[in-house]
């Protein structure tokens, strides 16, 4: 048996064989086939010591199920140790219920993949009242990257503007809003924002003259119905800015919702590729790969000596 090999699923192509490439180690897609009443079978590729499985978890619904059936067969044909790369990592929000009979979503998916893999591996993981993300997967190893860095490196290849302000929608962004800013010597803010429902915020920047004739920056790890990026665009717009930018780490909107965000004054969104978007500009490739080299380096074949 080989020590270590990479599979994907069909909808984690974007990463997973560039995954295998960049780590010098074996890839498999691992494929699907759907029944006529829907359900599904997985069929894995040759099973490692160590399998590095690769699903980001938008759109998560069909995938779990899938992981389920391919960490079964990748055991059962002998791997010892099953690593979960999900760069988006889906169902983090709900972390309480906020009514009376919600289920906790983050609670049961965090027990449920905790169940299956021994190490999970993330980037920029939505969680508020959450304090890390080893509490999220109770019993196995979990790593919560930042995309800071691989922002950082795109910015400093286009010589960002030194005079640009780097906004952040709200209080729970400040911390990752001032990496950004800081490792580029700009300034920062963030807004105060009031959810009124999925797809309505109120927006209000506490310090709006300071983006009088300046470039804007807006960065914020999800983008999905865009409700908060237009109204922050309109606010920073009516503020003076110059320009308006954004960069997204999550981008789940529909690529449709353009249009809107250049009504509201956005010149350009980018997006990490944590999942395939029209908008993908920052690679997260040399992030994922550097958080697994010890999966890769000096892992001993099964039943040989140390």
Not at 111 to 121: E, H, K, P, Q
Request: hydrophobic share 45%.
């Amino acid at each position: 048996m080989i020590r270590t090999a990479v599979q994907w699923l069909p909808t984690s192509t974007h990463f997973g064989p560039r995954l295998a490439e960049t780590l010098g180690i074996a890839g498999h897609e691992i494929t699907l086939h759907r029944f006529p009443d829907g359900e599904l079978r997985a069929t894995v590729g040759p099973a490692a010591a160590t399998t590095i499985v690769c699903c980001s978890l938008n759109q998560p619904n069909e995938k779990l199920v899938a992981l389920l059936f391919g960490a079964e067969a990748l055991r059962r044909n002998g791997a010892k140790r099953l690593v979960l790369v999900s760069p988006y990592l889906g169902y983090m929000r709900q972390d309480t219920a906020f009514h009376p009979g919600e289920a906790i979503s983050q609670r049961a998916i965090g027990a449920l993949l905790a169940n299956i893999f021994d190490r999970v591996i993330t980037v920029d993981a939505h969680l508020h009242r959450t304090p890390s993300l080893t509490s999220v997967f109770p019993g196995i190893e979990a790593d919560n990257l930042s995309a800071a860095p691989a922002i950082e490196a795109l910015l400093r290849a286009e010589t960002i503007a030194p005079t640009t302000v780097v906004v952040g929608p709200d209080e729970e962004s400040r911390s990752w809003v001032a990496d950004v800013a800081g490792r580029l010597g700009l300034a920062y803010t963030v807004a105060q924002k009031v959810r009124r429902s999925d797809q309505s915020v109120q927006i209000a920047l506490t310090d709006a003259a300071l983006f009088v004739d300046r470039p804007a920056l807006f960065i914020d790890d999800i983008v999905s119905s865009g409700g908060t990026l237009t109204a922050c665009a309109e606010a920073i717009a009516a503020s003076g800015a110059s320009s308006i930018e954004a960069i997204v780490v999550h981008a789940l909107f529909p690529p449709a919702l353009m249009t809107a965000f250049g009504r509201a004054g956005i010149r350009a969104v980018r997006s990490t590729n944590s999942v395939p978007h029209p908008t993908n500009a920052v690679s997260l490739d040399d992030l994922l790969a550097r958080a697994l080299r010890r999966e890769v380096v000096g892992i001993p074949e099964i039943g040989s000596t140390p």
